[in-house]
């Protein structure tokens, strides 16, 4: 399952209403969740990027002096003090030194190729604003491209670039705290990445504010940290292929079209994150694809088409893919199966207030993944000794998800009357009962108390 201009190549489900008293409850349980969160989607807001501290001496840079000449004329090592006003852009940095500068003092682009190029190691760029950049994706033209190692780019706000920042074939990058505002025009396939890592390796992405780019990039990129982002109205929020042990952790994915999607990596781990409000239509919050050893712990995936899709994963016989007390809630589709699949674990996981818990598409089952102690709020067994632990196995069945995840064209009734009814039928009469779609044998009768969703190791 791939995004191609901004569309899913495999056709997913509509969001569908929830009926009856469920619908009620979940309404109700949104509005004060809204309420509380006080953003108008009901969504956290991020906080301000702040820029860093000025550093003391340093040589000034008026506003309107080359900035390209201040670079050549300083030793390395040298600290560029920024005055605030416009600076002149399409700059090579050549060797090391630190450039600090106001939000106030912007580096400008003519318009032609990235703005600022960092050609050297052991540069710092700190605090100012970079304002555009050539309009060439073939020459990844970027407000700014990383070349050399062990760089920091903190507290910068970066604005009207096609790429944002991109940064290959390092190591040691440290991205902190910085502002990436994309274009935001409709067409994901105009739009450039708002980040780009490209055979980066030992970097860290944290605390940085991403909206309306296309994604935020990881390929080839083993090794790196993703911490504590808020990437918002894109496309993929962090797209990992090839990178196999980068580790995500804290960051809020909100109103993208796929929140994380693995392709083709191993050893990810996917631990406290928010993925919510993923594109209404197609959308995802975690996706899988031949991806092996993930990790996916104490995230919380909201108000999503599809929680976590699951495509042929793991592919080595050797793998397994765990899924450990996350909170899968609100959605269309809690989790979806490609097909059947087998070597992933769920456990200790709240599935709540979703339109189908588990599906799977093309008439498969899920019963050879392993399932022990989540809630699922649709369970209707009962606890006669009180450990909180159903005495019966929760195997559920439903004609209509059966006949839906089998048959493409009749998703058009879901939520109707005509398959309400089909599934009373198939309740009803056991020669049309539905086959079980997987079995937990130690359900939760109560919603497991998980801290809330914070950010740690």
């Not at 990437?231 to 797209?239: A, S």
């Not at 999607?261 to 694809?289: H, R, S, T």
């Not at 493409?408 to 049309?432: I, N």
Request: hydrophobic share 40%; with cysteine.
């Amino acid at each position: 399952m791939e995004v191609r201009n901004g569309r899913r190549q495999v056709a997913g489900p509509r969001l569908r209403t929830l009926t009856g008293f469920r619908t009620l409850a979940a309404g109700a349980w949104l509005v004060l969740f809204t309420t509380a969160a006080g953003g108008a989607d009901g969504l956290p807001r991020p906080f301000a990027t702040q820029p860093p501290a000025r550093p003391e001496g340093g040589i000034d840079v008026p506003a309107g002096a080359s900035l390209r000449q201040a670079v050549a004329n300083v030793p390395a090592g040298a600290v560029l003090i920024l005055a605030p006003g416009d600076h002149a852009g399409s700059v090579v940095i050549d060797k090391p030194l630190s450039i600090w500068g106001p939000r106030t003092a912007v580096v400008r682009s003519d318009g032609h190729g990235t703005n600022i190029e960092v050609a050297a190691p052991g540069v710092q760029l700190l605090g100012f604003s970079i304002v555009g950049s050539g309009d060439r994706f073939e020459e990844t033209d970027a407000g700014v491209h990383v070349r050399g190692d062990d760089v920091l780019l903190q507290g910068l706000r970066i604005t009207e670039a096609l790429f944002g920042v991109a940064a290959s074939g390092v190591h040691r990058a440290r991205i902190l705290d910085n502002e990436v505002v994309g274009s935001g025009v409709d067409d994901y396939g105009l739009r450039g990445d708002a980040m780009r890592l490209w055979e980066v390796r030992d970097s860290v992405l944290k605390g940085n504010h991403v909206i309306g780019g296309r994604d935020v990039v990881v390929w080839y990129s083993p090794g790196n940290r993703i911490e504590d982002n808020v990437v918002e109205r894109g496309r993929y929020g962090t797209h990992f292929m090839y990178s196999s042990g980068n580790h995500v952790s804290g960051n809020s994915y909100l109103n993208d079209m796929v929140g994380v999607f693995v392709m083709y990596c191993d050893d990810i781990a996917i631990v406290d994150n928010l993925i919510a409000a993923a594109d209404p239509g197609e959308g995802m919050g975690l996706g899988l694809k031949e991806a092996g050893n993930v990790r996916v712990s104490r995230n919380r995936f909201l108000r999503n088409p599809i929680g976590i899709y699951i495509d042929k994963s793991p592919i080595q016989i050797n793998h397994e893919n765990a899924f450990t007390g996350n909170a899968i809630e609100f959605c269309d589709t809690g989790v979806m199966f490609h097909s059947s699949e087998s070597r992933n674990v769920f456990r200790d996981n709240t599935f709540n207030g979703n339109a189908y818990s588990v599906r799977v598409d093309g008439n498969g089952d899920a019963r050879n993944v392993r399932w022990a102690g989540n809630y699922f709020d649709d369970y209707a067994g009962f606890d006669l000794d009180g450990d909180g632990i159903g005495d019966v196995p929760h195997e559920p069945r439903s004609m209509a998800n059966q006949i839906t995840s089998s048959r493409e064209q009749f998703r058009f009734f879901r939520g109707t009357p005509a398959l309400g009814l089909l599934e009373v039928v198939g309740r009803v009469l056991p020669v049309l009962a539905p086959k079980v779609l997987f079995t937990d044998p130690t359900p939760r009768l109560h919603r497991p108390v998980f801290a809330e969703v914070h950010h740690e190791d």
